[in-house]
């Protein structure tokens, strides 16, 4: 007895378009897990952004220590072949105070503690002359300015800063305290003196006498005896023993 087949070619084509839409709705995803990928995206994200801003900001802050540190390294090499004066904080004119001055930012000789060779004799010269390594990571005034970036401590001395030919300088004989007094600091200005009311700091804008919390609300500074630290605003203002120079 024979069997016949018939042919069925809609049934061949109809059997493998089923097998193929089932293919495609395995490979596919559904709503449900694009909304959850996104979601874990989104998850992740808050965790990892946050984490690497921290990170960021603790790798400036370092930077910035280490930058303050080499300043009063060369500060104290520069009191070793002066008799054991620090760089002044301002040398004035002989006829004129403010004519012809020198601030500590521009002393040739403090400046070659550094490795920097290029004179200063202007505000062009001076970010000429700083390299930008120098400078706190943080501190973004005229695109980064030594002078408005740290801040020499001359708490004691600002009566000399009218006097023509006054050197504002002060001797390691004379700091009895040198790990607790401050050399210098973030600042938004060249000098601080304790003496004078501190400015509130608004952010990176010019303002004399005013330290620059520029840390998570915190200053770095570096002490005469050479180690650096990170200081609240608290102690920054109520400290007076931080500060003081001459005792």
């Known amino acids: 007895m024979k069997t016949y087949f018939s042919y069925r070619p809609d049934a061949f084509c109809s059997e493998r378009s089923d097998e193929f839409r089932m293919s495609r709705g395995r490979d596919a995803f559904t709503l449900l ?15 990892v952004i946050p984490a690497f801003s921290r990170a960021q900001a603790s790798m400036q802050s370092a930077r910035c220590l280490s930058n303050l540190r080499q300043l009063q390294q060369a500060n104290m090499a520069y009191a070793a072949s002066h008799d054991g004066a620090f760089v002044p904080v301002f040398i004035n004119g002989a006829s004129s105070a403010s004519e ?36 706190c990571p943080r ?48 600042a938004v200005n060249w000098m601080m003196d304790y003496d004078t009311p501190l400015g509130d700091y608004k ?3 010019t303002q004399s ?8 609300g915190r200053a770095n500074a570096v ?5 650096a630290e990170q200081l609240s605003a608290e102690r920054v203002t109520d400290e007076a023993e931080l500060w003081r120079i001459k005792y």
């Open 223 to 227: 002490f005469f005896d050479g180690h």
């Open 139 to 186: 501190a973004t005034i005229d695109g980064g300015r030594i002078d408005r970036c740290y801040a020499y401590n001359r708490t004691g001395l600002s009566a000399l800063y009218s006097k023509p030919g006054a050197s504002a300088v002060v001797r390691t004989a004379e700091i009895a305290r040198p790990s607790r007094v401050i050399a210098f600091i973030d």
């Open 33 to 47: 897990e694009v909304l959850v990928t996104v979601l874990t995206v989104a998850l992740l994200a808050t965790l």
């Open 209 to 216: 006498n005013t330290v620059a919390l520029r840390h998570g």
């Open 100 to 135: 012809g001055r020198v601030l500590w930012t521009g002393n040739a000789d403090f400046l070659s503690q550094l490795g920097i060779s290029r004179a200063v004799s202007s505000t062009s010269d001076l970010m000429k002359a700083w390299p930008r390594q120098m400078l």
């Open 203 to 205: 952010g990176e804008e």
